[in-house]
Nanobody
């Protein structure tokens, strides 16, 4: 069974940057898709940035130019870099994965999830 744990959530002033981390249980990370999702209070979870297995470029990105995904296979870590943060970004961010090369970037396409980490942006 695949397990994921997010970390790095914090309260950051608008215009600042933040890196969220996703630790995976032992498996070949580059053989599976990696996705980052966010859910604001009272809203549905939405895809933010998803990458395909072994992809050198992101497959789907909703915040081009502000969010970047990095996959570190050696350390079994996935990262979401957010720079700059804007007032609309506050939400609980979760990482997910699926045991297929590319399930897309919707919640129904991912079977394994972390519990999420909270991001707050002050202005």
């Amino acid at each position: 069974q695949v397990q994921l744990v997010e970390s790095g959530g914090a309260s950051v002033q608008a215009g600042g940057s933040l890196r969220l981390s996703c630790a995976f249980s032992v498996f070949r990370l580059d053989a599976h898709a990696l996705g980052w999702f966010r859910q604001a209070p009272g809203q549905r979870r939405e895809g933010v940035f998803c990458v395909s297995a072994e992809g050198k470029e992101p497959g789907i990105v909703s915040e081009k130019g502000r969010f970047t995904v990095i996959r570190d296979q050696a350390k079994s870590f996935g990262y979401l870099e957010m720079n700059p943060l804007v007032p609309e970004d506050p939400a609980t961010y979760s990482c997910g994965t699926q045991l297929t090369p590319w399930p897309g970037c919707t919640t129904r396409g991912y079977d394994y999830w972390g519990e999420g980490t909270l991001v707050h942006v002050s202005s």
